[in-house]
């Protein structure tokens, strides 16, 4: 079975995007935060019209970046001990100390 790369990422795109945009509409500070975006990004993403999210999801360019690029974080949420809870919430005030993404 081959798989197609380009499709799978326009697939990720597009639920992304919609996801986002649920987000930011329903809490739109809460959003920024969980996606790591600033104001800037954030209005945009909510703005987008339905032909405009199909259109940007088509790209063969993931649009969404991680943020777990430090070995700390990856292993706090990777944590599956009892200290699950604590773990979490370590991640995230350590995410929460990463720069958010603007529009260059």
Known sequence: MKMDIGNE???LNLSYLMLAQQMIMADHAGAMFKLGIG???????????????LRMASSDMLLCRFRFDDTLLLNLLGNHGRENAAARIHATILA????????A
């Open 9 to 11: 990422i326009r697939e």
């Open 39 to 53: 104001e800037d990004v954030a209005e945009i993403i909510e703005n987008l019209s339905p032909a405009q999210i």
């Open 96 to 103: 929460a100390t990463k720069p958010v993404e603007h529009l």
